[in-house]
């Protein structure tokens, strides 16, 4: 590692935790984003911390960089939304919140906007995000009781320059209640030292205590809905790549039944061009292996592995 790149990591974590400042002490607390996540997480991240790395870093980072952009562009627009703001139950204060945005009309409305830094748009909401959004939209109707309340997410893909704003939230006071219910259990696990129960997800494969979680130990895992959800557009994905394909195959044979192996045509609008590909030649690397095995040891090239994904309907 150069100088430099020791001296930026060492920096980084001081940013990170110059930019955490206004979240407090999350040792006292229960936040939106422990609630709308794992349990066990939220508790392991308490008793037993991790240091993050550098590539960890800079997504919090990232996260940071999108919050101050999109203030910035509010602020242009002409907008000046509270921002971090912090609301605690008034029952149950070791539970609360930090809203990115919070925007209050002179009619006394309230919008809540969560903002969300991916890599690449999802077509629906993380379940998390969702929860995270609830509870804090919940807060906010307890401190104005009978105030018109709405919420938002703000999704944005930096790298590729795009955002979706998922929206036309309203609270809803089962969910609420439900996710007050869950922080009070993560809060409860934390002051008798027990590990409350796994809720897999898709940030699961971020978790950093996953290695040993007891959900991924199971023999018969059960999928989680949103996992079930991207499992199924996979599945209707290949198909359509496969109709696709003998679509393709169709289509070259009848314009072939035209052309021929030998033609070059165009239009005004497109060009097609026939030619013949001769025959060539390929080394059957297992008769090789197993006539010639010195030789084969000699020119044999080792070729990455890759994770294969099977997805079938029950």
């Not at 077509?123 to 919940?138: A, I, R």
Request: glycine residues 8%.
């Amino acid at each position: 590692m150069s100088k430099l790149q020791a001296f930026l990591e060492k920096a980084l974590k001081e940013k990170n935790r110059q930019s955490s400042q206004h979240l407090g002490d999350r040792r006292t607390y229960i936040g939106a984003s422990d609630i709308g996540g794992c349990p066990r997480k939220a508790v392991l991240t308490r008793i037993l911390p991790v240091e993050h790395d550098a590539a960890t870093l800079l997504k919090f980072a990232r996260g940071h960089a999108a919050e101050d952009l999109i203030h910035g562009i509010f602020q242009a627009g002409g907008l000046t939304p509270l921002r971090e703001m912090e609301i605690r139950h008034p029952v149950f204060p070791d539970l609360l919140c930090h809203i990115d945005f919070l925007f209050k009309a002179k009619s006394g409305r309230f919008h809540v906007v969560e903002l969300k830094t991916t890599n690449g748009l999802p077509d629906t909401p993380y379940g998390s995000w969702v929860d995270q959004l609830h509870f804090q939209m919940g807060l906010l109707a307890l401190h104005y009781p009978g105030a018109d309340i709405g919420g938002s997410i703000l999704a944005i893909d930096l790298n590729a320059g795009t955002w979706h704003e998922f929206n036309s939230y309203k609270p809803d006071e089962i969910t609420f209640n439900l996710l007050v219910a869950k922080g009070r259990r993560i809060k409860a696990c934390l002051d008798v030292g027990e590990t409350p129960d796994v809720e897999p997800g898709l940030l699961c494969g971020f978790c950093p205590y996953r290695i040993d979680c007891p959900a991924f130990l199971e023999e018969a895992f059960v999928i989680p809905d949103e996992v079930q959800a991207l499992a199924k557009r996979h599945l209707e994905a290949t198909e359509l790549k496969k109709t696709a394909e003998k679509k393709v195959s169709k289509l070259k044979e009848d314009i072939l039944s035209f052309t021929g192996t030998r033609f070059k045509g165009k239009s005004d609008s497109l060009f097609i061009n026939t030619s013949e590909v001769g025959p060539s030649e390929t080394v059957d690397a297992y008769v090789l292996k197993n006539r010639f095995p010195d030789v084969y040891q000699q020119v044999k090239k080792e070729r990455a592995g890759f994770t294969r994904l099977d997805i079938k309907p029950i």
